[in-house]
T-cell receptor, first 116, second 115 residues
Framework: AQTVTQSQPEMSVQEAETVTLSCTYD???????LFWYKQPPSRQMILVIR??????QNATENRFSVNFQKAAKSFSLKISDSQLGDAAMYFC?????????????FGKGTLLTVNP | KAGVTQTPRYLIKTRGQQVTLSCSPI?????VSWYQQTPGQGLQFLFE???????NKGNFPGRFSGRQFSNSRSEMNVSTLELGDSALYLC??????????????FGSGTQLSVL
């Protein structure tokens, strides 16, 4: 079974600084998708960034970028120039590309605090 | 365009009762999936519907069921509620299988408390 592990229950960062959130996963599949979702106090899960496993190039979305290491099964999220609005729970998620693309396996989450 | 709408926002029930939660997907989206979020177990996949058919089901007992209507709106039902069913239930919608660069869009959830 696929598993996703986020080893940092909590992280904090100073406003305007950079922070990296860690995620490792376990799968026997060769093709899959990885995601980072953000859940603010409003509870709505918001997609931050998505990575296809077959793409070697790391995904980027404005201040958010990933370091995808397929051999090591590692998928970390880097947030640059952190803003107060970045404070939230961050979840790493995985889904195999075959079959349903919507059966996401989530990590336990990392609570990010941004200090002014 | 309106986002994914889940109703009600909060719900309080007692053990043994049943409950129905509703999810209206983004207009044009035909796939709906459901997740349960608890502090202990985290986020767990419940089931997924596309074109009124259940395509995938998570590892939950038969007390958890769902359906999808022709307008893509979905409901999930939990019968004979247990204390452990207290959770945030999240619904997500997407265009449907085979869509390029498919993305899931989540609602704000229904917070269910079982007393």
């Amino acid at each position: 079974a696929q598993t996703v592990t986020q080893s940092q229950p909590e992280m904090s960062v100073q406003e305007a600084e950079t922070v990296t959130l860690s995620c490792t996963y376990d799968t026997s599949e060769s093709d899959y998708y990885l995601f980072w979702y953000k859940q603010p106090p409003s509870r709505q899960m918001i997609l931050v960034i998505r990575q296809e496993a077959y793409k070697q190039q790391n995904a980027t979305e404005n201040r958010f970028s990933v370091n995808f290491q397929k051999a090591a099964k590692s998928f970390s999220l880097k947030i640059s120039d952190s803003q107060l609005g970045d404070a939230a729970m961050y979840f790493c998620a995985y889904t195999a590309s075959g079959g349903s693309n919507y059966k996401l396996t989530f990590g336990k989450g990392t609570l990010l605090t941004v200090n002014p | 365009k309106a986002g994914v709408t889940q109703t009600p926002r909060y719900l309080i029930k007692t053990r043994g009762q049943q409950v129905t939660l509703s999810c209206s997907p983004i207009s044009g989206h035909r796939s709906v999936s459901w997740y349960q979020q608890t502090p202990g177990q985290g986020l767990q996949f419940l089931f997924e519907y596309f074109s009124e058919t259940q395509r995938n089901k998570g590892n939950f007992p038969g007390r958890f069921s769902g359906r999808q209507f022709s307008n893509s709106r979905s409901e999930m039902n939990v019968s004979t509620l247990e204390l452990g069913d207290s959770a945030l239930y999240l619904c997500a919608s997407s265009l449907g299988p085979g869509q390029l660069n498919e993305k899931l869009f989540f609602g704000s959830g229904t917070q269910l408390s079982v007393l």
